[in-house]
């Protein structure tokens, strides 16, 4: 983990301790928009800024490489679901695509969702779209707008020219992302790249929400726009544990045992599901050979992935 960082994160991790315990309180109205402003642009090389919502405040971490234009893509990397806030987990992904964004010149924003303010996968890997009783949450309060407010605050600080980003998400933040592009539609991708996600939301209504879409607030036309996206669904092929952290109940057994078995089911599934109401497929599956379930093996396959030629 860089130096830099560990010292920045001992006044986040004051300041979110703070705010848990109940001596700062958010106002709700505020909360749902307001953003730190101290800062108005963002360094050269490492820098941070603090986006406040509803949950509570959200630090998104960033690199900005000196080669970095107006025209410079943006990648945004959601951490797996480790995320306790005295360990700064997303530190360990921002450590790995750091010198992967300099190589490339990109904008790099890693936001933490840590778990006193997203406590359960409901919040975070689902996105927080969704209550357990199936009542849809608005889009300002979901995780998933937490990273489109990022981009367009990032974009603001650094007079880029991007209208999309390009979103990595390994395990936990896999699911995430594979979230994400269903209920976005893919509105913001420019590319997103999910890498060895434990289970899969189904692209149909076979299963009841999160396994698959009955109940969820997702319409045909934002379906279709997601099976068009640029996404890429990256194996290890030596991610076959079955134990660990892994959920096995009913649903996710019928994806398969292992999460290399679920990729390709969940792959094949949601092109048969996009010639059935005859949507455009771009998506894409790829394996990595000799990768188990590591980001740190996953990470320069997906950022070859962003720097491809289309």
Not at 65 to 92: C, L, M, Y
Not at 142 to 156: I, K, L, N, Q, T
Request: proline letters at 5%; aromatic letters at 12%; one cysteine or more.
């Amino acid at each position: 983990m860089i130096r830099t960082k560990k010292l920045v994160s001992a006044a986040c991790a004051a300041m979110l301790a703070t705010w848990v315990s109940g001596t700062v309180l958010v106002q709700h109205a505020a909360a749902q928009t307001s953003e730190d402003s101290a800062a108005k642009t963002l360094p050269v090389g490492e820098g941070e800024f603090r986006l406040l919502v509803k949950r509570g405040p959200v630090n998104v971490f960033t690199y900005r490489p000196r080669s970095f234009t107006p025209d410079s893509p943006v990648w945004v990397i959601i951490h797996g679901q480790k995320r306790n806030v005295a360990e700064h987990s997303a530190f360990d992904y921002y450590d790995v695509w750091q010198p992967l964004a300099e190589k490339a010149g990109a904008l790099l924003l890693v936001p933490e969702f840590v778990e006193q303010s997203w406590p359960t996968s409901w919040q975070f890997q689902f996105g927080n779209v969704m209550t357990k009783s199936l009542k849809p949450i608005p889009w300002e309060d979901s995780g998933f707008a937490v990273v489109e407010m990022a981009f367009r605050r990032a974009v603001a600080m650094t007079g880029s020219h991007r209208q999309r980003f390009f979103l990595y998400g390994h395990g936990g933040g896999a699911q995430w992302v594979q979230r994400y592009v269903l209920h976005s539609g893919g509105r913001m991708i420019d590319r997103a790249v999910a890498a060895n996600p434990g289970w899969y939301m189904l692209p149909d209504d076979e299963f009841k929400y999160p396994y698959g879409l009955k109940g969820a607030p997702i319409a045909p036309a934002t379906l279709r726009g997601a099976f068009a996206s640029d996404f890429v669904l990256l194996l290890g092929q030596d991610d076959v544990s079955t134990g660990g952290v892994m959920r096995n109940n009913e649903e996710t057994n019928e994806q398969g045992e292992t999460r290399f078995q679920r990729g390709h089911f969940y792959f094949d599934r949601a092109a048969k599901d996009a010639r059935k109401i005859g949507a455009r497929f771009a998506w894409h599956l790829r394996e990595v050979p000799g990768a188990g379930h590591e980001n740190e093996d996953m990470a320069p396959v997906a950022a070859k992935a962003f720097m491809e030629r289309r």
